[in-house]
């Protein structure tokens, strides 16, 4: 059996952080109390009129320019016809063949095209199961309907679930960075779609795909398509085929069960959108779009790497997520802006130390100030505190908050200097083990593990071990290397 | 003053709005004369009539329309008032909001008097296909008023309203216009706005005036109008209002004639009442020519395909759902959808819901839906390139004068070729007027009938073709009266 090769496509669906609605004027919200965000328009009543929301359109450019599109000087909306109790009008009004954006790239993953649809409502199945079969009654919320949507679909050139989610990440900080959206998983206001396909290593056509839905979280995301691709390697290497099928993952059960085949494809029966004129994109338009860009988080990596002396595998980790990266910045500005001379190991501290402490939240939401970052930064360098003294140092700031010289104040996790009395510790540990110190005397160099220990024990790691080890040398009569 | 109701009725709206500016007519007895004979009305012209006049009845009449009350097709949208749109499936149904051109009519001084009967969601030339009950021709009433906007026109032709509005999509408006023996307009698409108005086919319809004569539908119109409703992508700023329509002469106004509206197909009493309008035009110094649409004997087909294609859409809301019919004791989803529609929906309505599904669907969509824009197109350009020669192009409004009840109720495609003259300025986009150019023997009755005059100009060109329908209405001279009479 030849080797075979995974390919991944996305398609992402972005809520706008527009003011308003897609198409009428009322406010956008999450939580609220059903139905009370709705109007004539997003409930479809009879006689209502969409009026695109010029907000959307200037959101929707701003991404077309991040991921490097084509702009279309005219797109058009279409009406994607469909009955289903969210979708009001029986129909979704979205863009097909003629997009606000195509083509693009971000990070080696092209981008296939980017367009501008509206959120469908929310259907809620009363009764215990919570999905329609088996539910007595169904209610609707129309608050979400008609919410703006941006989707983005990607190339298939995403290879593994790993490069799935951390070029999902990648976006998410793009999308972050431009203020286009909330980007939250967990409240939809970023979903993703993956088309998931194998193939024999070298072949140019694509395998036949299945859709994955639901993976609400960059983690779902990434074990949902790891488990759709052992799914299908189970059914090629059984000398199977794969169907085209939609699937639905189950974050609880880790399971993919199938929602439609490729047999209840539905006949969406696409046509232009006759209530809205074309998009027309000004000059004016794309002027302020450009004018309103930030900087992107690929840039900004290249901005760390020159500008702070940080690699560029460091750079990339704190720009690729945006929250550190803001974080790595307010602690660069409190030590010295420009001017600052510890960047290197902030950026040490928060993408390891930090980061393995919090995960995958906003350092900016625990008590950690980044001026106290900075200040941490600069007591290692200074040797005020030692490495591993300084790790508690962190869980204190993480913690409580405050100001790290005052932690070790407090904690007396200060480096352990001469005037404290390390030589009298030195002798004392050479007394209680002669063994040792022979072994270090007759050139045994690793023995000296054995004197330094006992030392750190008892000053809780707040001495300096390679001054340790000078001193230890020096008090037996061995030379240095 | 006091007024009898019969000399208030027999006044036109323009002459009544006069009057009340005047101080010589209370607006309140105004409406009061015209709810009364509506809320007697026999000939099923309304489909609901106002109680009593609006609390601020005096306040409107100092507006442009003088308070003189309108009536308005059921499909228009007025808040707590039932808007069906001549269907079942909305039966009772009083939206929560009020359609921006009865709004401007109200603010400009026309209050609302009652809504009007109507083929079921404006599919039809009948008024037969009304969910509510066919509308009768004032003239005679075992026949037809047309449609859809039959009860509009019925109403104003008997004197139950002074004047109404209508919708047009393939000749709504200037077809019934036409058999009832008024004046209807349909104007240039994006004219009026389309906010409120329940949809046919959004890329055709349009809102206009029916009314007694060419000053009253100027003036209406002109209240329709107006800045552009933000509510409405597809509506556009209208330049400033018209002037009252003063024109006696046509002195250097080409009308062109082309040969593929006005030969088969027209009754003999038709073409004969043409005719004769032609040489009036000429008698008023009209240079009248003949002039070629190549395109527009295809219009009819291509209208099929896309009106019903945006039909299918459009009436996809109406799923029992959020408001109007809903099936009772549906197991589940697909059955309430099935059952709702099945029930709520007329045979028509059915008809060209099928025809737009399967026009748009994958495999067709080109075949279909595809070829009909594209012929959509040929015949705009049709008339950009008559319009280059003639400032109007005239035809008969409609192949015949009204017919009886139940003619063509089982013959879907002779129902459709009512609409053979003036589907094809719909789909052009282009203003359109009906006037009444004179009375024309039925081929299966003696009793004349009014026969329809169509006028067509460039867009947003109203002002001059009501100039020149005004010029043709002085010099026919249309006694409308026996249709008063006849109510």
């Not at chain 1, 974080?327 to 980061?355: K, P, S, W, Y």
Request: net charge negative; hydrophobic share 45%; glycine share 10%.
């Amino acid at each position: 059996m030849a080797d075979l090769e995974v390919v991944i496509g996305l398609e992402i669906h972005v809520q706008l952080a527009t003011a308003t609605k897609m198409f009428c004027s009322c406010a956008l919200s999450f939580g609220d109390p059903p139905n009370i965000h709705t109007c004539p328009v997003c409930l479809a009543l009879p006689g209502a009129l969409p009026v695109v929301n010029e907000r959307a359109i200037h959101l929707g450019l701003m991404i077309g320019m991040a991921l490097g599109c084509e702009l279309a000087p005219r797109s058009i909306f279409h009406r994607k016809n469909y009955f289903y109790p969210d979708s009001p009008k029986g129909y979704q009004i979205s863009q097909y063949d003629e997009p606000l954006c195509r083509g693009g790239e971000l990070e080696g993953v092209r981008i296939h095209r980017v367009h501008l649809e509206e959120d469908a409502a929310k259907l809620i199945h009363l009764g215990s199961s919570g999905r329609i079969h088996g539910s007595q009654t169904s209610v609707v919320d129309f608050n979400r309907g008609g919410t703006p949507l941006v989707e983005i679909v990607t190339e298939p050139d995403l290879r593994s679930a790993a490069a799935a989610r951390e070029w999902l990440e990648l976006l998410r900080a793009t999308l972050r960075a431009l203020g286009v959206s909330d980007v939250n998983m967990d409240e939809g206001s970023l979903r993703a779609d993956a088309n998931v396909s194998l193939r024999r290593v070298g072949a140019s056509e694509l395998g036949t795909k299945a859709e994955l839905k639901n993976m609400n979280s960059f983690r779902f995301l990434e074990r949902g398509i790891a488990a759709e691709v052992e799914r299908q390697r189970a059914i090629v290497e059984g000398g199977g085929e794969v169907e085209q099928e939609t699937l639905h993952f189950d974050p609880a059960s880790g399971q993919l069960t199938p929602l439609r085949s490729k047999e209840d494809a539905q006949d969406y029966r696409y046509f232009p959108e006759p209530d809205l004129v074309p998009i027309a994109i000004t000059a004016e338009m794309l002027d302020a779009a450009r004018s309103a860009m930030p900087e992107l988080p690929a840039a900004r990596a290249q901005r760390f790497e020159s500008e702070f002396e940080i690699s560029g595998d460091r750079a990339r980790q704190l720009a690729f997520r945006s929250e550190l990266g803001d974080f790595f910045e307010r602690a660069v500005a409190a030590d010295g802006g420009a001017a600052a001379v510890h960047a290197r190991r902030i950026a040490d501290l928060l993408t390891g130390e930090v980061l393995a402490r919090l995960g995958d939240s906003d350092p900016a939401s625990s008590r950690l100030e980044p001026a106290a970052l900075a200040a941490l930064a600069g007591l290692l360098a200074d040797g005020a505190v030692t490495a591993t003294a300084a790790r508690e140092v962190l869980d204190a700031l993480i913690a409580d908050g405050g100001d790290p010289a005052a932690v070790i104040a407090a904690r007396r996790l200060g480096r352990v200097a001469d005037s404290e009395g390390l030589a009298e510790l030195v002798e004392r540990a050479i007394a209680a083990d002669p063994d040792a110190a022979e072994q270090v005397r007759a050139g045994n160099a690793k023995a000296i593990g054995a004197l330094v220990g006992p030392i750190m024990r008892e000053t809780r790691g707040r001495a300096d071990g390679a001054e340790l080890q000078r001193l230890i040398r020096e008090a037996l009569g061995v030379g240095g290397d | 003053m006091s007024h009898g109701a019969a000399e208030i009725v027999g006044l036109s709206a323009a002459s009544a709005a006069a009057a009340v500016h005047a101080g010589d007519l209370d607006a309140g007895e105004l409406f009061e004369a015209y709810r009364s004979r509506a809320a007697a009305d026999r000939l099923n012209a309304f489909v609901w009539v106002a109680e009593r006049a609006p609390a601020d009845a005096g306040a409107g009449s100092g507006g442009p329309l003088g308070g003189v009350p309108v009536a308005v097709k059921d499909l228009f949208c007025t808040e707590g008032v039932p808007s069906q749109s001549g269907s079942r499936i909305l039966e009772g149904y009083r939206p929560p909001y009020t359609a921006t051109v009865v709004s401007r009519l109200a603010g400009a001084g026309a209050p609302l008097l009652g809504k009007t009967n109507q083929d079921e969601f404006a599919m039809g030339s009948s008024t037969e296909n009304s969910g509510f009950g066919p509308t009768r021709n004032p003239w005679d009433d075992s026949r037809v008023p047309g449609g859809s906007s039959g009860g509009s026109a019925a109403a104003v032709a008997a004197r139950l309203a002074p004047w109404a509005i209508g919708t047009d999509t393939g000749g709504s408006i200037r077809q019934p216009a036409a058999l009832c023996g008024i004046v209807g307009l349909k104007p240039t698409y994006g004219a009026v706005s389309r906010y409120g108005m329940i949809a046919f086919a959004s890329s055709l319809d349009q809102a206009g005036p029916l009314t007694r004569d060419v000053t009253d539908a100027a003036l209406l119109f002109s209240a329709m109008t107006g800045p552009r409703d933000p509510l409405d992508s597809t509506s556009l700023d209208y330049p400033a209002s018209l002037p009252r329509p003063s024109r006696r002469d046509l002195s250097g106004v080409r009308l062109g004639v082309p040969a593929e509206l006005t030969g088969e197909g027209i009754e003999p009493g038709v073409l004969e009442s043409f005719e004769a309008t032609l040489d009036l035009a000429r008698e008023l110094g009209a240079a009248v020519e003949p002039c070629a649409l190549p395109h527009a004997g295809h219009a009819l087909a291509a209208y099929y395909v896309l009106a019903p294609a945006e039909a299918s859409s459009n009436l996809a809301r109406f799923d029992g759902v959020r408001y109007g019919y809903r099936a009772s004791d549906s197991s589940d989803l697909l059955s309430m959808y099935t059952r709702t529609r099945h029930d709520g929906f007329g045979a028509e309505v059915k008809r060209r819901i099928m025809l737009g599904t399967y026009a748009l669907s994958s495999g067709y969509y080109d075949a279909f839906y595809g070829r009909a824009q594209r012929v959509r197109t040929k015949i705009a350009q049709d008339f950009a390139a008559a319009f280059e020669r003639f400032d109007f192009i005239v035809t008969p409004t409609a192949p015949g004068v009204a017919f009886p009840l139940g003619a063509k109720t089982s013959d879907p495609l002779a129902m459709y070729l009512n609409d053979f003259c003036t589907v094809p300025m719909s789909l052009a986009g282009i203003p359109a007027i009906s006037i009444p150019s004179g009375l024309a023997a039925s081929p299966d009755g003696d009793r004349p009938l009014p026969v329809g005059f169509q006028l067509a100009a460039p867009p947003f060109r109203e002002g001059a073709l009501l100039d020149a329908a005004f010029a043709l209405e002085q010099a026919i001279g249309f006694d409308a009266s026996a249709a008063a009479a006849e109510a």
